[in-house]
């Protein structure tokens, strides 16, 4: 079980819960290993494989089935876990309910996984919380604030836990980073910091020229809400700028790379984030903080740990593929923290607060970005 305040031990074995909802609500202590946490997983593309090798291998979730609009997909999936599958959550809950008749439905299930695409979050958060089950959902909740607040007011009508998956909060080095950041005050106060996203593979071409997505809205979420997370403090300002790395993309107006410059509030503490569609030696993620006493970083696993000395100098394996490599044990642990959610009532520890002001320093960068000017956010 994952501690949410990044303590290095945790040997929680009973708690109360306060929340309610499709986990249930009582106010007896709950016996973490009692019984396993049941789960759909909805969306079976690509993070929904991930989500479904860490639900199958982790004995704290039973997954119930898999949901997916294309039926063939869900199929191929469930067949490879053992398990059914629905064309929507509302048939789950209802042949569910139907099958053990006389239990009720949500008693059978308790949670739904949602790995879909962002446009389809809010009215599945809306399908799933009416049917009473906690949700994960996939960061972001949405890209419209405005549509985040709703999708929280719906989770709160339905007296359900809403927890948006930021997964650099459960990976062990970004964890040691705000153990060593917040709680050890190891540098001191944090006067800037230097991060670094370099994307790997880098996207098709059809995909950058046709301009689906921009590099702001899509590669920056992360990372934003992790540093708002360590130095527990609100961006006040932003910048951003960008360019293309060829003619065919400047034409086009495709912006492949990118640079932000926050500000934040409290300690004025000035944070670089520097995007990139495009490393092409490997997936890059580096985080470098410097502070009065002293600086802290984060590097990049290699695929090996081997390396070659010789006469030609030193050589270090490549850097992991992609995020599903470099992230794979934050993965399992997001996804154990959702079973502490299901089965103790945890809290889970990102908030509407935390998805929003993601999303309102996303929307000021790309609003800087155009316009060329500071932004303020209020
Ligand atoms: N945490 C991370 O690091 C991370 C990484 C990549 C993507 N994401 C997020 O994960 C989400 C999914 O991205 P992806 O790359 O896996 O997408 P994808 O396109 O690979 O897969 C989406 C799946 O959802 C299914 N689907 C679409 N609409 C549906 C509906 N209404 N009901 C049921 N199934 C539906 C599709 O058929 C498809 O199988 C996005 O919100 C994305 O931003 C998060």
Redesign the pocket.
Known sequence: MMDNNASTTTTTTTTTTTTSGGGGSSSQPKRPYSRRARVLL???????QIRAKAIYSNPRFELIGI????VD?AMKLAEMYRTRHFP?ITMAVLEMNTTLFGISADRLIDGVII????S??T??IHEAASNGLHIFI???VDEIANKIRFAYAIAKKHKVQLCC?F?RRFDPSYRALYQQVHTLKAIGTPLSATIFFGDHPVPSRSFLLAGCGNIISDCSA?DIDFIRWILQDEVVSVYATGMSSDEELKEKKVIDNATMVMKFGKAGTVVTLTLSRGATYGYDQRCEIFGTHGLVSITNPSETCTHLANGTGVHSPKLQHS?PQR?ELAFVNELDAFADTLLLGTLWPITEKDCVAVQNVCDCALESCESGEVVRIV
Not at 67 to 70: F, K, L, T
């Open positions: 909805v969306g079976s593309g690509r993070m929904g949901v997916d609009s294309n997909a929507d790995s879909t695409p962002t389809t979050h009215s599945l996939e960061k972001p998956g997964q992360h995020f992230f």
